[in-house]
């Protein structure tokens, strides 16, 4: 077995896959909110894997800011590559997330239980303009 590489780890609100390979909608870096806990918001972390052979597990999770307590998580799912030049993309699709506070959250992305990523995910108040 060879391990592979995480080619990509990208947030978005959404994935089309009507017209061939997916395509990431509204790629993000930080969700604002006018108000917390926050308005229900469905989204996407898609996650690449190349370059290795066999069977393995994946599974992300989202980290309070305190960076000790998980916000959620996919749990394990296993994934196969068969052969080295043929990725594998997982799509995690996070339903109706409520954000209870504002801050910085982090993105973990493991390979068979060992972290390979983190990143941030900056959740903010959205200044409100009146008009």
């Not at 992300?60 to 296993?78: L, M, S, W």
């Not at 594998?88 to 390979?111: C, E, H």
């Amino acid at each position: 077995m060879k391990k592979p590489s995480l080619q990509f780890s990208v947030p978005c609100l959404g994935v089309d896959e009507t017209k061939g390979p997916p395509s990431f909608l509204y790629i993000f870096y930080e969700l604002p909110f006018p108000k917390f806990p926050s308005p229900a918001v469905p989204f996407f972390i898609n996650n690449g894997w190349c370059n290795g052979l066999g069977r393995y597990e994946e599974k992300t999770r989202i980290i309070h800011p305190d960076k000790r307590t998980i916000f959620v998580e996919t749990g394990n799912h296993e994934f196969t590559l068969n052969e080295e030049t043929t990725p594998f993309m997982s799509i995690n699709f996070y339903k109706d997330m409520v954000f209870p506070r504002a801050g910085t959250y982090w993105i973990q992305v493991f390979l068979d239980n060992q972290l390979l990523l983190e990143y941030p995910l900056v959740v903010r108040e959205a200044s409100v303009k009146n008009q």
